[in-house]
């Protein structure tokens, strides 16, 4: 089965760049999509085609993709950046949806 | 805006067949463009696709639910539903609905747990 892999856990200081990588073979062909979950709460997209920020996101979250590695990077963290991020993308056809593992941000 | 709300049985027993419905307000389902997702959480676990429907009816399916998936429409309720069989304690997680398009997952329902246990 189709997989994007994640780091489980990224931690950094507050005002410090936080980077969380997700890596899948499809990645170079299909678009990627992160989401960003805190406890008891549904998902919330950050961004959307590897690189574009949906209205309402702050600018501090930004997206970028190199071959089969996508990168979420959060600029100046803050305390409420705290919280479970998720990539999400499709197997080479298109077809199948896949969500990485995730990775857990701590802020320090 | 779009708002996605779950509903049904928050508990289920083993063997038996789980049944969840999404209502779609403030948006037409019919309106096409966007496929309409079940997503599950397990307990401390992460995001797990199950499935979606377009409009039309057209269905895809994570392969390693398949055989006891069923995803379905009712445009005239402006409404989709999830019905997995055969649970087991497996299957008890955080169920959302959501509504997918080329710009990603932006609506979401707020999620219900469900329990299979006897």
């Known amino acids: 089965s189709y997989e994007l892999t994640q780091p489980p856990s990224v931690s950094v200081s507050p005002g410090q760049t936080a980077r969380i990588t997700c890596s899948a073979d499809?990645?170079?062909?299909?678009?990627a999509y992160w989401y960003q979950q805190k406890p008891g709460q549904a998902p919330v997209l950050v961004i959307y085609?590897?690189?574009e920020r949906p209205s309402g996101i702050p600018e501090r979250f930004s997206g970028s993709s190199s071959g089969t590695t996508v990168t979420l990077t959060i600029s100046g963290v803050q305390a409420e950046d705290e919280a479970d991020y998720y990539c999400?993308?499709?197997?080479?056809?298109?077809?199948?949806?896949?969500f990485g593992g995730g990775t857990k941000l701590t802020v320090l | 805006q779009v708002q996605l709300q779950e509903s049904g049985p928050g508990l289920v027993k083993p063997s038996q067949t789980l049944s969840l419905t999404c209502t779609v307000s403030?948006?037409?389902?019919?309106?096409?463009?966007?496929?309409w997702s079940w997503i599950r959480q397990h307990p401390g676990k992460g995001l797990e696709w199950i499935g979606y429907?377009?409009?039309?009816?057209?269905?895809y399916y994570n392969p390693s639910l398949k055989s006891r998936v069923t995803i379905s429409v009712d445009t005239s309720k402006n409404q989709f539903s999830l019905k997995l069989s055969s649970v087991t304690a497996a299957d008890t997680a955080v169920y959302y609905c959501?509504?997918?398009?080329?710009?990603?997952?932006?609506?979401w329902g707020q999620g219900t747990l469900v329990t299979v246990s006897s």
């Open positions: 429907i377009y409009y039309s009816g057209s269905t």
């Open positions: 085609k590897d690189s």
């Open positions: 403030g948006g037409s389902i019919s309106s096409g463009g966007y496929y």
């Open positions: 959501a509504r997918l398009n080329s710009s990603g997952y932006l609506n």
């Open positions: 999400q993308s499709a197997d080479s056809s298109g077809t199948y949806q896949v």
């Open positions: 499809a990645l170079p062909k299909q678009y």
